[in-house]
């Protein structure tokens, strides 16, 4: 739904408009459809389905946006964790969200609950 009423709304509108901005980059809302759609592509590789649960841990900026809206698209439940948690915070969540995976940037601690994967996205790029 958030897709939907967003992007692909913009996407009708205004496809060479910036969408976001970070670091001196940006990105029209037809480079981002395209950048969320490949990171859906991925996800669905990795075998989420809609309804499956999807955990991130990573900081506010454009990575953390694409999935949010790559979530949407496949109809998979996103479950952002607060940035400021430790471990056993992080764990506690997990363990109570059942996620499918987990997409982390390492700066962050890692959790010793492990779900069925996990991706280190600084590290490598989805």
Not at 29 to 48: H, M, S, Y
Request: glycine letters at 8%.
């Amino acid at each position: 739904m958030i897709y939907t009423h967003s992007i692909g709304r913009a996407l009708q509108y205004f496809p060479d408009h910036k969408a976001v901005l970070q670091g001196g980059q940006s990105f029209t809302f037809l480079e981002l459809d395209v950048r969320v759609r490949r990171i859906a592509a991925a996800l669905r590789r990795r075998g989420l389905r809609s309804g499956e649960r999807l955990a991130f841990l990573m900081p506010n900026g454009v990575d953390y946006i694409e999935l949010v809206y790559a979530c949407s698209l496949l109809g998979v439940i996103a479950v952002p964790i607060n940035t400021r948690y430790v471990g056993a915070e992080i764990d506690r969540l997990l363990e109570d969200s059942q996620p499918r995976g987990l997409i982390r940037h390492s700066t962050f601690s890692a959790p010793t609950v492990r779900p069925d994967w996990e991706h280190v996205i600084d590290l490598e790029p989805l």
